[in-house]
């Protein structure tokens, strides 16, 4: 059994707000939160469900879809697209829930997939889209000379 060695994911996740990543610079891209504008591509695979037109919209419209098209993955798209709509009805295998979820991270419709990637998305434009207000609501932590002062006879009070 190997030991050590690179794996796919270990160690910390790249800091796109580290200050000393002169090595990185550059190296991550801002997708507009604003996502891609304009009709999807054709589908490239026969026949299309109600469901999968449904879905194709809805992923080309977002903003990781910028380097979909750049790259010219119209064909991974649609078949993340066809195993999801798979992965929706009863019944379905476990193993397509983890492909689907893998074909996720490559498409950076992750976290996980997005620092892969290196893709951002700019935070106040993306909880202002989803409504997600969770960074708003995290309580402030004094800093540790604000927690001393409270001690008799501690610095600064």
Known sequence: MGSGGARAR??????????RRERDQGEWTILPASGRTGEPPAWPLAGQSDREAELWAKLWAKP????????????????????????????T???????VRQQQDSLGLTTPGMRA?????????VAQRRGDRAADVAPARPAARDRLRGIAGGKGA
Do not use: F, K
């Not at 270990?10 to 200050?19: C, H, I, K």
């Not at 295998?93 to 492909?99: A, E, F, Q, R, S």
């Not at 990637?117 to 434009?125: A, L, S, Y």
């Open 10 to 19: 270990s160690g910390p996740a790249p800091d796109p707000n580290a200050l």
């Open 64 to 91: 990781q879809a910028l380097m979909w098209q750049r790259y010219g993955q119209e064909l991974e798209v649609a078949l993340h697209v066809r195993n999801l709509a798979l992965v929706e009805m009863p019944g």
């Open 93 to 99: 295998p476990v193993n397509l829930g983890t492909l």
């Open 117 to 125: 990637n290196r893709w951002r998305i700019p935070g106040d434009e």
